[in-house]
């Protein structure tokens, strides 16, 4: 009981004081905003938390604007099914069905030819064996980079034409 007693004047100075006053909140630097929580009433469960907002890690403009439009260009679009089971064969009756694995022979002749015409011009044949061509989300990026460096450099184009009209016209009023 008496080294509890001692503990608690240790912690907390001689009996019957209370609690240390909290330390002094750090100043801001100048453009931040001070954070100065206020003082806690004696029994009270609140509990406050101050802290400044970080200056720091943000994402790209362009990142945000290529998922976006990839969102977009995939709204509307089926979701593929689940399963690829064909159920073509399911027949009712006495009706046989072949279900052996078949190769469309004209098809793959056809295909073999374009990727010979291709090979014979240097070109790639990767295109050929897409069936849903869609947009990366890197290509969707490059784009919207492009697009506002684009925006950029015509604003910038303005800026520069208004700042040499307006050196142009006070030129012209000094004479």
């Given at each position: 009981?008496?080294?509890?007693?001692?503990?608690?004047?240790?912690?907390?100075?001689?009996?019957?004081?209370?609690?240390?006053?909290?330390?002094?909140?750090?100043?801001?630097?100048?453009?931040?905003?001070?954070?100065?929580?206020?003082?806690?009433?004696?029994?009270?469960?609140?509990?406050?938390?101050?802290?400044?907002?970080?200056?720091?890690?943000?994402?790209?403009?362009?990142?945000?604007?290529?998922?976006?439009?990839?969102?977009?260009?995939?709204?509307?679009?089926?979701?593929?099914?689940?399963?690829?089971?064909?159920?073509?064969?399911?027949?009712?009756?006495?009706?046989?069905?072949?279900?052996?694995?078949?190769?469309?022979?004209?098809?793959?002749?056809?295909?073999?030819?374009?990727?010979?015409?291709?090979?014979?011009?240097g070109?790639?044949?990767?295109?050929?064996?897409?069936?849903?061509?869609?947009?990366?989300?890197?290509?969707?990026?490059?784009?919207?980079?492009?697009?506002?460096?684009?925006?950029?450099?015509?604003?910038?184009?303005?800026?520069?034409?208004?700042?040499?009209?307006a050196?142009?016209?006070?030129?012209?009023?000094?004479?």
């Amino acid at each position: 009981m008496i080294a509890a007693v001692a503990l608690a004047a240790a912690l907390f100075g001689q009996p019957g004081e209370g609690p240390p006053a909290p330390a002094p909140a750090k100043t801001a630097a100048p453009g931040e905003t001070a954070c100065v929580p206020p003082v806690p009433q004696p029994g009270s469960q609140e509990v406050v938390v101050c802290a400044t907002k970080p200056d720091g890690y943000r994402i790209s403009p362009d990142v945000l604007a290529a998922k976006k439009a990839k969102k977009q260009a995939l709204a509307g679009r089926p979701n593929p099914p689940e399963t690829m089971k064909d159920n073509s064969c399911k027949v009712v009756g006495p009706a046989p069905c072949i279900d052996a694995p078949m190769v469309n022979v004209l098809g793959a002749v056809a295909t073999a030819a374009q990727v010979a015409g291709r090979l014979s011009k240097g070109q790639e044949v990767g295109s050929i064996f897409v069936t849903d061509p869609q947009l990366t989300e890197y290509q969707y990026y490059q784009l919207a980079k492009k697009q506002r460096e684009e925006k950029d450099a015509e604003a910038a184009a303005k800026k520069a034409a208004a700042e040499a009209k307006a050196k142009a016209e006070g030129a012209q009023n000094t004479r």
